[in-house]
């Protein structure tokens, strides 16, 4: 079973910031938040990943609670092209990647 | 670089027949996953393999799913014989490494219907 819990669906308009939520209550001090995205008829893409601290490249930015159970990706202008389902999952390593249903996003203009 | 290949794109059978999917993964990387996604649900990991090893085959129904990957590159999967409950869109993934915080490459996917 997945070990996150993310809402079903989101909108967002296009170009504000798309802040997608999700709780991990039961994390463990050595797993780490990664977050991946799924556009309509492709596969899974990797998008960012942490432990404790914030992080942030060039698509998103990750913000983890201090007490690691809850975490947000932030996407800070959203576009068209981020409309995709986008995946929250913990996991120890690049093993054990167990996907929840996800957040379908959808970008409106 | 070129990404994670599959084929093909999409596939249609009727029930109890078999069915061969094949993946190319990215060059040089070691590990390979299998899965299936059912519409409406996250991936699931049928199966993952350390270069040419099993690593992971907890979630592979092996009375009717194989796979192997021969000389630690490509890789095929295998339903014989189909169920209708086998319709999904099966990933084939890679990445450099097992172990270590690695992101996964996935390709498009096949899409399997049976009928």
């Known amino acids: 079973d997945a070990k996150t819990t993310q809402p079903p669906s989101m909108d967002c308009a296009e170009g504000r910031a798309a802040n997608l939520p999700c709780n991990h209550s039961t994390i463990s001090g050595n797993e780490y938040v990664y977050w991946y995205r799924q556009i309509h008829s492709q596969g899974p893409q990797y998008i960012i990943h942490?432990?404790?601290n914030n992080e942030t490249n060039e698509m998103a930015s990750l913000i983890i609670t201090e007490d690691r159970k809850s975490s947000t990706l932030i996407l800070p202008h959203a576009t068209l092209r981020d409309t995709a389902v986008y995946y929250c999952?913990?996991?120890?390593?690049?093993?054990?990647?167990?996907f929840g249903a996800g957040t379908r996003l959808t970008v409106k203009p | 670089e070129a990404g994670v290949a599959q084929s093909p794109r999409y596939k249609i059978i009727e029930k109890r027949q078999s069915v061969a999917f094949w993946c190319n993964p990215i060059s040089g990387h070691a590990t390979l996953y299998w899965y299936q996604q059912i519409l409406g649900q996250g991936p699931k990991l049928l199966i993952q393999?350390?270069?040419?090893?099993?690593?992971?085959d907890s979630q592979l129904p092996k009375d009717r799913f194989s796979a192997e990957r021969l000389k630690g590159v490509d890789s095929t999967l295998k339903i014989q014989p189909a169920k209708l409950e086998d319709s999904a869109v099966y990933l084939c993934?890679?990445?450099?490494?097992?172990?270590?915080?690695?992101?996964?490459?996935f390709g498009p996917g096949t899409r399997l219907t049976v009928l």
């Open positions: 393999f350390q270069n040419n090893g099993v690593v992971d």
């Open positions: 942490g432990l404790k």
């Open positions: 999952i913990v996991r120890v390593g690049v093993n054990d990647m167990r």
């Open positions: 993934a890679s990445s450099p490494l097992a172990g270590g915080h690695r992101e996964q490459f």
